[in-house]
DNA sequence: GGCATTTCTTAACCTAAGTCAATTGTATTA
DNA sequence: TAATACAATTGACTTAGGTTAAGAAATGCC
């Protein structure tokens, strides 16, 4: 990738800012972006009858988007919102779409970009098959404890598939255990 | 793509036949293959303490492999097991690179080939989150019937991640329901 | 500081799913 | 045809997690 390349690339980003609660994306819209988080995290969510199922948390470093809809078209059926103040970086698929023309390899990033995100989403499936709730969140403790700093437990039980009382009683039982 | 590269795609295949019960990856392994189900199916599975859980039922027209495996040189966590007499047709990464060379846009075809792969995992991944047992049955019920006809109530069960007496029960008390 | 709001924990009770063990059903094959 | 193996069901009992309701801790705000 020439200067003149990453120029173009860094240039056709647009800052976006959100406040903590602050919607990047609600059920029902279109997805017309993937941002990168600069600063922040955020949950995508979808509403289950009552319940809101956490589906992951974006942070510092990941790419966050809807890419159902963004590659399908279709209205969206999840929620991405922000948990504190947040900054993104924010691209639009017309624009990745252009880009990929004047850059050489882009198919080729696109092509490692999306290996690895199929990648993390199968190592993120494996935390929800059917083990005990209890070693769900003790496989979350050792795997991703950054995300137990920064969420609410409301939210990690949501992201888990059980009640906040239930998480609660199991951080009890582990605490006496040890 | 030309015909002379259709050609050379198509004599890079290998056919590979599978009886009932044989494996086409077992953990430990490296993934050494993606593969395309000609005819049979499929399950990918691993094993947690005692349990075995499915992940995933590969059938005609399915590709199948552990990308995880496959992308980054790791041995496979996973077991790739045929349920009934299965012809694949299979391909290994060195001579997916080389037809990269040779092939125009074969980028893009990755490209659009983990787009659709990460859609579906995403799919898959709904199923899984924390509907309680029975809606998770009713939905594969709905969603994936052929699965059901085709493969043993056992096998349903470590796909849902529950007991096979505990499908039972779901199904005795959904038939007297209707 | 004091008041409100959200977050987290606890308790009593209920239900879905796991466990264990026995039984029936069905293919396969000797 | 029995004999074996595997698949599916059933029953009695246990346990994990849901439900409801209440209270404690932490946080924000005036």
New interface residues.
Partial sequence: MTEANKEQLRASFIVKQLQSKEYLLKSGELCKFECFVHKGILRSY?C?GE?E?I?HFSMEGDWVSD??SL??KQKSRINIQALEETELLSISPERLEELGLHIP?W??V??LF??K???E??????L????SAEKRYVKLLNEEPIILKRVSLNMIAKY???KAESLSRIRKRLASKK
Same sequence: chains 1, 2.
């Fill in positions: 979808y289950q319940e199922r589906t890419y159902n590659l399908t390899n198919d080729r696109g092509r999306f290996e995100q199929l990648r989403k199968e190592k993120e499936m494996e929800r098959i059917a083990l888990l598939g059980i």
